[in-house]
């Protein structure tokens, strides 16, 4: 069965660094759209960044531009979202989702989700 499952969440210090990764199986990974995304207690769902199928295409939202990065390996079906300079504002829960349309930033176009990582940033 499908499965998205992320990885390296954890509590950083304002200005700290994290590693997301979502391993995949169960479906085309190299032919889906991938994104994450992220949730904070009393509000939406939010996109934080998506990238195309091959990796070349990205889309970032205004508040991680420049201190997020995503990436794939689709030899390896898994999905990274590198965070630098991290924020207390960019507390939340984690989310992967793949699409078989381009992703932008809405949530509503996915088609499967991982379980979600937390994230908690201190200041």
């Known amino acids: 069965q499908v499965q998205l499952v992320e990885s390296g969440g954890g509590s950083v210090q304002a200005g700290g660094s994290l590693r997301l990764s979502c391993a995949t199986s169960?479906?085309?990974?190299?032919?889906?759209?991938m994104g994450w995304f992220r949730q904070a207690p009393g509000k939406e769902r939010e996109g934080v960044a998506s990238?195309?199928?091959?990796?070349?295409?990205?889309t970032y939202a205004d508040s991680v531009k420049g201190r997020f990065t995503i990436s794939r390996d689709n030899a390896k079906s898994t999905l990274y979202l590198q965070m630098n300079n991290l924020k207390s504002e960019d507390t939340a829960m984690y989310y992967c989702?793949?699409?078989?349309?381009?992703?932008?930033?809405?949530?509503?176009?996915?088609?499967?989700w991982g379980q979600g990582t937390q994230v908690t940033v201190s200041s």
């Open positions: 990238i195309d199928t091959a990796g070349g295409i990205t």
């Open positions: 989702a793949a699409s078989d349309r381009w992703f932008s930033l809405y949530p509503s176009r996915a088609n499967y």
């Open positions: 169960g479906f085309s990974y190299s032919r889906y759209f």
